[in-house]
């Protein structure tokens, strides 16, 4: 029914939920699973200026950060296919998190995206509340919405 699953996950007690439930689904339909993280464009950019004043912090120091923080999520991500008996992949990019993760469903040919409902910490949680929110309105397949 569902053989192409999409997973964007962000380190998130949400996002985990999310990946256990598509894992669960995949077992059942022998789905390939791909787990996308988004780095936000602004997160570099944040990091970047608010730490360039001091000398601290360079665009590409800031940009081997998010990329190292985001391997953490995806290596950690990893260790639930442990048991996984179907292909699965992992992938990275940077961007406007909704807009990339649309762009990889249609490039991809998924046919379900698994998400979770909030991301990480008060201010994460209303990023991804509306991402999930342009997701669920601007995906062109069905959206599964794993709630808290």
């Known amino acids: 029914m569902f053989n192409r699953l999409l997973v964007p996950v962000d380190g998130s007690e949400s996002s985990d939920r999310a990946l256990d439930k598509a894992i669960k689904l995949g ?26 004043h001091y000398g601290v912090v360079s665009h590409q120091s800031a940009n081997q950060e ?4 985001s391997k953490k999520i995806l290596d950690e991500a990893e260790k639930k296919f ?25 490039n991809k040919e998924i046919e379900l995206i698994v998400m979770g409902n909030r991301g990480m ?5 209303t990023i ?8 669920v309105n601007s995906s062109p397949v069905s959206v599964l919405v794993v709630k808290d």
């Open 66 to 69: 998010a990329i190292n923080i």
């Open 27 to 52: 077992k059942q339909f022998g789905s390939e699973i791909f787990v996308l993280t988004v780095i936000h464009d602004a997160y570099i950019l944040r990091a970047t200026s608010t730490t360039a």
């Open 128 to 135: 991804l509340g509306s991402v999930s929110n342009k997701i």
């Open 82 to 106: 442990v048991d996984y008996d179907f292909p699965f992949h992992t992938h990275s990019v940077i961007g406007d998190a909704a807009q990339e993760i649309l762009s990889y469903t249609r």
């Open 121 to 125: 910490g008060a201010f994460s949680r």
